[in-house]
T-cell receptor, first 115, second 110 residues
Framework: NAGVMQNPRHLVRRRGQEARLRCSPMKGHSHVYWYRQLPEEGLKFMVY????????ESGMPKERFSAEFPKEGPSILRIQQVVRGDSAAYFC?????????????FGDGTRLSIL | TQLLEQSPQFLSIQEGENLTVYCNSSSVFSSLQWYRQEPGEGPVLLVTVVTGGEVKKLKRLTFQFGDARKDSSLHITAAQPGDTGLYLCAGVSNTGKLIFGQGTTLQVKP
């Protein structure tokens, strides 16, 4: 399966711990988007990255959240000192280039639960 | 800030009925996409509409983009239980990020 791969699929953390979510884009895709989804709601944009660059982080909370997409390896969404309100499904999408109508392909998400 | 209002939020109908989901914004989008999402999975793209007034058909699903490119609708004819799921509209912003509506949870009863 050459689709977008996210891991882990489920992640449980206690308040104050760190959560690391990984996303491997589709082969040949160099653009990655992260979205967050609360139960029964639509997805909210968080951050848009290209290899080694953050293009748009307008949806990222100002504190505790960071994202990277290194030259080699998957994109990482990192949440420090997690709180209960961080519980959500986090989705990654990738696309081949920036063209506005270029489709984004979504992974199946990481469900983050904070105890 | 670009926002998309999607309605209705929940819809429960009998098999064979028709339904329409609406997606409205005060902003113009370069294009608009419709997704379907199953529980435990990521959204899957159904269609992209680009031109104002455009109509696209996908079997029993008809998608329309408003003339001013601010609104869209999804019409399902003769709904089947297999159509049950979460339907999401998303506007494509000028940076490429997707602005999603709140979603419509559709339940089609046999």
């Amino acid at each position: 399966n050459a689709g977008v791969m996210q891991n882990p699929r489920h992640l449980v953390r206690r308040r104050g711990q760190e959560a690391r979510l990984r996303c491997s884009p589709m082969k040949g895709h160099s653009h990655v988007y992260w979205y967050r989804q609360l139960p029964e709601e639509g997805l909210k944009f968080m951050v848009y990255l290209q290899k080694e660059n953050i293009i748009d982080e307008s949806g990222m909370p100002k504190e505790r959240f960071s994202a990277e997409f290194p030259k080699e390896g998957p994109s990482i969404l990192r949440i420090q000192q997690v709180v209960r309100g961080d519980s959500a499904a986090y989705f990654c999408a990738s696309s081949a280039r920036t063209a506005l109508n270029q489709p984004q392909h979504f992974g199946d998400g990481t469900r983050l639960s904070i105890l | 800030t670009q926002l998309l209002e999607q309605s209705p939020q929940f819809l429960s109908i009998q098999e064979g009925e028709n339904l329409t989901v609406y997606c409205n914004s005060s902003s113009v989008f370069s294009s608009l996409q419709w997704y379907r999402q199953e529980p435990g999975e990521g959204p899957v793209l159904l269609v992209t509409v680009v031109t104002g007034g455009e109509v696209k058909k996908l079997k029993r699903l008809t998608f329309q983009f408003g003339d001013a490119r601010k609104d869209s609708s999804l019409h399902i004819t003769a709904a089947q239980p297999g159509d049950t799921g979460l339907y999401l509209c998303a506007g494509v912003s000028n940076t490429g990020k997707l602005i999603f509506g709140q979603g419509t949870t559709l339940q089609v009863k046999p």
